[in-house]
């Protein structure tokens, strides 16, 4: 049994069964045990793109870096990451926008949950000087670009599912030998506003996406820019249930291990770009991770990084098909760009 879990059973013994978002919460954030908090695992119980493939971030600085222009090239501006994990995805982008225009105008902010990451990104992003946002207050200062990789799908979700005709919302509490246990909220659930798909008996819903979407509409009113988001999930008809939980690579129970393994949700991206357009903001996609990077010119850059580096030829063209190929990546992870209202389209979508 982990530490957390024992914390959570005291608590849940004393207070009573807690929402899955809660426990989500719990188990990524607890300060003392969550996953994220104390022992994140990227490369170890998950792999990201930008830990694939370099040509990842390249990409999305060279995009970051057109979009920069697009809004007139502005002599204040920031590239913001939220989620930004071991800093490799920062690093690769402003390399690529550096060699392009030698990185003037853009300071780079960051936000991030975890102390052990932000120690690992102000270590890795030394030269770059970022900033670190405690919360998404300061954003709307500069015009500004936020990107984040794999960050909605950590963002806690509540779920519910109809019983006897109303809505309850599904809890994790104690079983008969007091373990821990997913059940139903014997009250009735005052379900977020939430549109349903015909005949659904079940729903899932990240609350955190309407407050995303009120920072940028806060942000937008003041400053122009946008947020690009990358992550698996769908863009229509999302399921009710798709808590899961990892740990070195493996899939297992979301009640297993909590705080040391991965827990993660998928993103409803149609969702999200509705509360955005509700919001006034003009959304984009979600358009596929395959077709966007294939777009965006990185065969190109594969091709050019192969020449650079004969040796790992065989190496920079398995990661980058990783990344593409719709049996793996590509078709599964989708990208979705929310902008201040009056842009043009962004360039991929
Ligand atoms: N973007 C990186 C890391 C993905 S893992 C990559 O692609 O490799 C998820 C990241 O989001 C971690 O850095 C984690 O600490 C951070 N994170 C999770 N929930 C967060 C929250 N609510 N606020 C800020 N950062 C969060």
């Given at each position: 049994m982990t530490r957390l879990a024992s914390k959570l059973k005291s608590l849940i013994r004393a207070g009573g069964p807690m929402p899955v978002s809660a426990y989500m919460n719990a188990c990524l954030h607890d300060p003392e045990h969550g996953y994220y908090a104390t022992r994140p695992g990227i490369g170890r119980d998950f792999i990201t793109a930008p830990e694939i493939?370099?040509?990842?971030?390249?990409?999305?600085?060279?995009?970051?870096?057109?979009?920069?222009?697009?809004?007139?090239?502005?002599?204040?501006?920031?590239?913001?990451?939220?989620?930004?994990?071991?800093?490799?995805?920062?690093?690769?982008?402003?390399?690529?926008?550096?060699?392009?225009?030698?990185?003037?105008?853009?300071?780079?902010?960051?936000?991030?949950?975890?102390?052990?990451?932000?120690?690992?990104?102000?270590e890795r992003l030394s030269d770059l000087h970022p900033s670190f946002l405690g919360a998404f207050q300061s954003i709307g200062e500069a015009p500004f670009i936020l990107i984040a990789n794999e960050w909605l799908d950590c963002l806690p979700a509540r779920q519910f599912v109809q019983s006897d005709g109303d809505w309850h919302e599904k809890v994790v509490g104690l079983d008969d030998q007091g373990d821990l246990a997913i059940g139903i909220a014997t009250d009735k659930a005052n379900a977020p506003a939430f549109e349903m798909r015909d005949g659904a008996t079940s729903f899932e819903v990240q609350p955190a996406l309407e407050t995303l979407v009120d920072v940028l509409k806060d942000a937008f009113s003041v400053v122009p820019g946008r947020a690009l988001f990358i992550d698996y999930g769908v863009s229509e008809g999302a399921p009710g249930d798709t808590l899961r939980a990892f740990q070195r690579?493996?899939?297992?129970?979301?009640?297993?291990?909590?705080?040391?393994?991965?827990?993660?949700?998928d993103v409803d991206f149609g969702r999200l770009r509705r509360l955005a357009e509700k919001a006034g903001l003009s959304g984009h996609g979600p358009v596929e991770q395959g077709p966007f990077l294939m777009g965006l010119g990185v065969e190109a850059r594969m091709h050019a990084l192969i020449r650079a580096n004969q040796g790992r030829a065989e190496e920079i063209y398995k990661g980058v098909t990783r990344l593409v190929d719709p049996a793996e990546m590509g078709r599964r992870f989708k990208v979705i760009c929310l902008s201040a209202p009056g842009l043009a389209a962004p360039v991929g979508f």
């Open positions: 493939s370099q040509v990842f971030g390249e990409m999305l600085g060279l995009w970051a870096l057109h979009e920069w222009q697009a809004l007139g090239s502005p002599e204040r501006f920031s590239l913001v990451e939220a989620g930004a994990g071991r800093g490799t995805m920062m690093d690769d982008m402003m390399r690529a926008v550096r060699q392009a225009n030698g990185g003037q105008g853009f300071d780079v902010a960051i936000n991030e949950a975890s102390p052990v990451y932000s120690a690992a990104q102000k690579g493996l899939q297992v129970g979301p009640l297993a291990l909590p705080g040391s393994s991965d827990l993660t949700v």
